[in-house]
């Protein structure tokens, strides 16, 4: 009787839990959606109003709701990435591949951004033995693309993003993304993957970020039974581990 009571306390209390993450969810989903949307409203209002009429202003307005619709739509991209995995809708295709390869790849794909801020991609001295990992490519793609992605946004001009690989322990390989950036402080640390978590909302805004990468991140790392976590130091740099499953390949 009382292993069924504390049973039920339990439920209750994993409801009540849901019910609160609901509530905060939808509270900052429409403050999300209210930001850019009231933007959008203000400059076609004002564009109506008269302003279409004065060159010195009319493009400019033009294009600062275009920013606007853009990141609406990033936003929305990501609410449907996140509720695919969340419904548990999204299915994981694993084959084997090289980590690195993959890596190079994303490297490569954010270059522009890279340069734009000065900062070197690398892959660490003594992790460019090729590991072989058995996991859904694309998925693991965009887990590294979010993960240097930020180490760029929150890296600093002139600093470096280097990517390692270990082989854990014959099972698992590990893969760490560090930068040289702003770092996080000790307290953000646990938070940092929650939805629309954000260390300082208005830097994240202001390069265009929707709160959610690491959010869908951990997902999919999650959705292979793997596991992430984060060290930082404000001011020094973060570094981003995430275990992989080894393919059989390393074993031969
Ligand atoms: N490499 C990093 N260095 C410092 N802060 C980071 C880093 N990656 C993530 N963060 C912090 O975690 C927050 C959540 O990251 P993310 O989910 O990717 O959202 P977004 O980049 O859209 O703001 C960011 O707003 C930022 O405050
Ligand atoms: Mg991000």
């Known amino acids: 009787m009382e292993k069924w009571a504390s049973q039920k306390k339990e439920e209750l209390e994993n409801l009540r839990r849901n019910e609160a993450f609901r509530k905060e969810f939808?509270?900052?989903?429409?403050?999300?959606?209210?930001?850019?949307?009231?933007?959008?409203?203000?400059y076609i209002h004002t564009l109506?109003?008269?302003?279409i009429d004065d060159p010195a202003v009319n493009k400019v307005f033009l294009k600062n709701a275009t920013k606007n619709i853009d990141r609406l739509c990033r936003l929305i991209d990501d609410l449907d990435e996140i509720s695919k995995l969340e419904s548990g809708e999204m299915t994981i295709n694993k084959e084997q591949f090289v980590i690195q390869d993959l890596i190079r790849d994303v490297f490569d794909t954010l270059s522009i951004k890279a340069k734009q801020k000065d900062i070197k991609f690398s892959i660490k001295k003594g992790c460019e033995a090729p590991v072989h990992v058995y996991a859904d490519k694309e998925k693991i793609r965009q887990v590294l693309?979010?993960?240097?992605?930020?180490?760029?946004?929150?890296?600093?001009?002139?600093?470096?993003?280097i990517a390692s690989v270990y082989n854990m322990d014959g099972k698992r390989a590990l893969v760490e993304i560090s930068d040289t950036g702003i770092g996080m402080a000790e307290e953000h640390l646990p938070r940092v993957f929650e939805r629309f978590y954000r260390t300082d909302r208005a830097r994240s805004r202001d390069i265009g970020g929707t709160g959610l990468g690491l959010a869908i991140v951990k997902h999919i790392v999650e959705a292979h039974d793997q596991t992430i976590n984060v060290r930082s130091k404000v001011e020094v740099g973060s570094t981003f581990g995430f275990t992989l499953e080894l393919g059989r390949e390393n074993l031969l």
Not at 48 to 51: H, Y
Request: net charge negative; glycine share 10%.
């Open 26 to 42: 939808l509270l900052n989903l429409s403050h999300e959606l209210k930001t850019p949307i009231f933007a959008v409203q203000g």
């Open 145 to 161: 693309i979010n993960l240097i992605e930020n180490s760029v946004k929150y890296g600093k001009p002139d600093g470096q993003t």
């Open 48 to 51: 109506l109003d008269g302003a």
